[in-house]
C-alpha cells in the first residue's frame, strides 16, 4: 500500500465531480434530493464526498447526513484491505481531521477503524486530561500530508481508554504508547497495510512518549539511542512530536515545541562527522623538536581548516606536514 494507495478497480468510482450521486453543493452546503434511497452509493464516491465536503468546509445538513450514514454502511461489507485504502483516503485529504471527525460523525469511520468511537466515548474529564478524540484530530490537522506520519498521528493515543488510571487527583495513562504501538501494528496488519507502513507507525507511536519528553539535561547517547530506534522514521517523528503539542496555553504549545526542536538541533550536531586532524600533538613535537605549547594548537586549528576546506584528506600525512612546512617555513623544513 503506497502513501495514496491505488483503489480496487472493482469498487465504484466517483463521477467527474468527485461526488456521489445524487449529491450537489449549493450555497456552500452539501445537498442531497428528498427521498433519496442511500443504498446505490459506492464506497469510493461515499468516502470522496465526505472528503469534497471537509475540505470546502460544506454544510452538512440532517437529510445529507443521513444520505451519507445509509449509504456509508455499505462500508461493512468491504475486504480489510480496502476499508484500509478508504482510512489512507480520508488522512491525506487537505482537512484531514475534518474529514475523520465527518466521517465519524455519520458513523462510517467505525466500519473503518472502530477504536475511534471509543476514544470519542471516553469520558470528559476537564482538568484531568484532554479530550482525547479532539485532541487526535488536532493532532492529525497539524500533521504534513504523509501516510506514515497521518496513521501514527490517528493511532498514537489508541491505547488510552484502556490505560486511564487517576491517583491523587491525576490523570495517567501508563504505557500507552508500548500498548497502543503493538495495538496499531496488529490494526495496521488486518486493515492490508504493508509491513513498511506498519512498522512505520508502530516506531512513531512506541516513541511519541519519548520524543516528547526531551530536556536539555539529556545525554548525546540518550539522544543516539532515540534517534536510532527511529532510525529511517526520524523526521516522522519530529513532526509528530511537534503536532502533539494542543494545549490551549500558548505558552505551553511554544515551550514544548522548542524542545523538539532542541531536540532535533541536539540530533543534527550529534549527525555531523567529527573533523580528524591529521597529525597529533605528539607527532608534531617529535618531529620538530619542540615542546608542547600553544603552537601545537594553531598548527593543528591550520590543518583542521585545510581539512573543512577540503584541500586536504585527513589521511594524507605527507600532504600535511607539507602544510606544516608552508605554515612555520625554515623550521619545519630543518626538521
Same mark, same amino acid.
Given at each position: 500500500?503506497?502513501?495514496?494507495?491505488?483503489?480496487?478497480?472493482?469498487?465504484?468510482?466517483?463521477?467527474?465531480?468527485?461526488?456521489?450521486?445524487?449529491?450537489?453543493?449549493?450555497?456552500?452546503?452539501?445537498?442531497?434530493?428528498?427521498?433519496?434511497?442511500?443504498?446505490?452509493?459506492?464506497? =469510493?464516491?461515499?468516502?470522496?464526498?465526505? !472528503? @469534497? *465536503? #471537509?475540505?470546502?468546509?460544506?454544510?452538512?445538513?440532517?437529510? /445529507? +447526513?443521513?444520505?451519507?450514514?445509509?449509504?456509508?454502511?455499505?462500508?461493512?461489507?468491504?475486504?480489510?484491505?480496502?476499508?484500509?485504502?478508504?482510512?489512507?483516503?480520508?488522512?491525506?485529504?487537505?482537512?484531514?481531521?475534518?474529514?475523520?471527525?465527518?466521517?465519524?460523525?455519520?458513523?462510517?469511520?467505525?466500519?473503518?477503524?472502530?477504536?475511534?468511537?471509543?476514544?470519542?466515548?471516553?469520558?470528559?474529564?476537564?482538568?484531568?486530561?484532554?479530550? =482525547?478524540?479532539?485532541?487526535?484530530?488536532? !493532532? @492529525? *490537522? #497539524?500533521?504534513?500530508?504523509?501516510?506514515?506520519?497521518?496513521? /501514527? +498521528?490517528?493511532?498514537?493515543?489508541?491505547?488510552?481508554?484502556?490505560?486511564?488510571?487517576?491517583?491523587?487527583?491525576?490523570?495517567?495513562?501508563?504505557?500507552?504508547?508500548?500498548?497502543?504501538?503493538?495495538?496499531?501494528?496488529?490494526?495496521?496488519?488486518?486493515?492490508?497495510?504493508?509491513?513498511?507502513?506498519?512498522?512505520?507507525?508502530?516506531?512513531?507511536?512506541?516513541?511519541?512518549?519519548?520524543?516528547?519528553?526531551?530536556?536539555?539535561?539529556?545525554?548525546?547517547?540518550?539522544?543516539?539511542?532515540?534517534?536510532?530506534? #527511529?532510525?529511517?522514521?526520524?523526521?516522522?517523528?519530529?513532526?509528530?512530536?511537534?503536532?502533539?503539542?494542543?494545549?490551549?496555553?500558548?505558552?505551553?504549545?511554544?515551550?514544548?515545541?522548542?524542545?523538539?526542536?532542541?531536540?532535533?538541533?541536539?540530533?543534527?550536531?550529534?549527525?555531523?562527522?567529527?573533523?580528524?586532524?591529521?597529525?597529533?600533538?605528539?607527532?608534531?613535537?617529535?618531529?620538530?623538536?619542540?615542546?608542547?605549547?600553544?603552537?601545537?594548537?594553531?598548527?593543528?586549528?591550520?590543518?583542521?581548516?585545510?581539512?573543512?576546506?577540503?584541500?586536504?584528506?585527513?589521511?594524507?600525512?605527507?600532504?600535511?606536514?607539507?602544510?606544516?612546512?608552508?605554515?612555520?617555513?625554515?623550521?619545519?623544513?630543518?626538521?
Amino acid at each position: 500500500m503506497n502513501a495514496r494507495p491505488r483503489i480496487g478497480a472493482a469498487m465504484e468510482e466517483p463521477g467527474k465531480s468527485g461526488l456521489a450521486l445524487p449529491f450537489s453543493i449549493d450555497q456552500g452546503a452539501l445537498c442531497v434530493p428528498s427521498g433519496a434511497a442511500g443504498d446505490t452509493t459506492g464506497p =469510493v464516491a461515499i468516502i470522496r464526498t465526505i !472528503v @469534497i *465536503a #471537509a475540505d470546502q468546509g460544506l454544510y452538512v445538513g440532517p437529510e /445529507a +447526513a443521513g444520505y451519507l450514514s445509509r449509504a456509508g454502511m455499505v462500508c461493512a461489507e468491504l475486504t480489510a484491505q480496502e476499508r484500509g485504502c478508504l482510512l489512507v483516503e480520508l488522512l491525506l485529504a487537505d482537512c484531514p481531521a475534518d474529514a475523520v471527525e465527518l466521517a465519524t460523525r455519520l458513523g462510517i469511520m467505525r466500519h473503518l477503524l472502530p477504536d475511534l468511537d471509543r476514544l470519542q466515548e471516553m469520558p470528559r474529564r476537564p482538568g484531568l486530561y484532554k479530550d =482525547v478524540f479532539t485532541h487526535t484530530l488536532r !493532532v @492529525i *490537522a #497539524a500533521t504534513p500530508p504523509d501516510a506514515i506520519t497521518r496513521l /501514527a +498521528a490517528l493511532l498514537h493515543d489508541i491505547a488510552k481508554p484502556d490505560t486511564l488510571v487517576i491517583e491523587g487527583g491525576a490523570a495517567h495513562f501508563p504505557n500507552h504508547d508500548l500498548i497502543g504501538a503493538e495495538r496499531a501494528g496488529r490494526r495496521l496488519r488486518g486493515l492490508g497495510f504493508t509491513d513498511e507502513i506498519t512498522e512505520g507507525v508502530r516506531t512513531l507511536v512506541r516513541l511519541h512518549q519519548r520524543a516528547n519528553s526531551y530536556e536539555a539535561t539529556w545525554t548525546d547517547s540518550a539522544v543516539r539511542r532515540l534517534h536510532l530506534d #527511529a532510525g529511517a522514521h526520524w523526521e516522522r517523528l519530529l513532526d509528530l512530536s511537534h503536532a502533539d503539542v494542543t494545549s490551549a496555553r500558548p505558552e505551553a504549545v511554544v515551550r514544548a515545541r522548542r524542545r523538539v526542536d532542541e531536540l532535533a538541533d541536539h540530533a543534527a550536531r550529534l549527525d555531523k562527522p567529527v573533523d580528524v586532524c591529521p597529525l597529533d600533538g605528539n607527532e608534531l613535537m617529535e618531529r620538530l623538536g619542540r615542546g608542547p605549547g600553544r603552537w601545537i594548537g594553531e598548527v593543528k586549528l591550520h590543518l583542521l581548516e585545510l581539512v573543512r576546506s577540503g584541500r586536504l584528506d585527513p589521511n594524507d600525512k605527507d600532504a600535511a606536514w607539507e602544510a606544516v612546512g608552508a605554515l612555520l617555513g625554515s623550521e619545519a623544513e630543518r626538521a
